[in-house]
């Protein structure tokens, strides 16, 4: 198996994985938990960037969309918008 590309020197990815084994599940799983909340803040930052006047439902059908797919996107938006509750939905 080919080792990807990295900037990272050898030794420091050792360090990494060294402390990353030493940090015990608990410690591993709250590292993951900060990863992934990063990750949709700045998804949902770009998406404001890119659409400076959608509203905050709106943005967050899009993040929706770029999770789930358009067709589920599609489906849910006519469900929101034929229940009423298309600017109630919060991200």
Sequence with gaps: M???Q???SHAVAQLQLHLLRQAG???RVEMAAEM????LDSAQLALQRRYPHATMPEIALLLFEQRYGT????RLREVLLTSGAGNDIVS
């Design 2 to 4: 080919a080792t990807p």
């Design 6 to 8: 990295s900037d990272t």
């Design 25 to 27: 599940a608990a410690r």
């Design 36 to 39: 992934t909340s990063f990750a």
């Design 71 to 74: 067709a589920l996107a599609t």
